[in-house]
Nanobody, 123 residues
Framework: QVQLVESGGGLVQAGGSLRLSCAAS????????MGWFRQAPGKEREFVAA????????YYADSVKGRFTISRDNAKNAVSLQMNSLKPGDTAVYYC????????????????WGQGTQVTVSS
């Protein structure tokens, strides 16, 4: 049973920081591209960031570039998202995802998803 479990969400003021973590029970975690997506109420799920299995290549949505940093630890089967300079527009449920179709921002190309963690940024 594959499980992705996110943690680290919460309430923060605009300009603040949060660090999201995702623990994955994938047997071959290092073979997966890991991604973060988010979904705000009434909106479609949108891509935030992805990281290649090599832990070097990364890909960000323009809206978070320069503020968010994705990283992974293949030895711990974990991926993180450091979020700085948070804005009210970043408020959403954040999801961790795993896929084997290469670096992509398309949700349906990821195979496994976590349950999500709420991030709320107050103005």
């Amino acid at each position: 049973q594959v499980q992705l479990v996110e943690s680290g969400g919460g309430l923060v003021q605009a300009g603040g920081s949060l660090r999201l973590s995702c623990a994955a029970s994938l047997r071959t975690f290092s073979n997966y591209v890991m991604g973060w997506f988010r979904q705000a109420p009434g909106k479609e799920r949108e891509f935030v960031a992805a990281i290649h299995w090599n832990a070097v290549s990364t890909y960000y949505a323009d809206s978070v570039k320069g503020r968010f940093t994705i990283s992974r630890d293949n030895a711990k089967n974990a991926v993180s998202l450091q979020m700085n300079s948070l804005k009210p527009g970043d408020t959403a449920v954040y999801y961790c995802a795993a896929g084997r179709r290469g670096m992509t921002s398309t949700p349906h190309e990821f195979d496994y998803w976590g349950q999500g963690t709420q991030v709320t940024v107050s103005s």
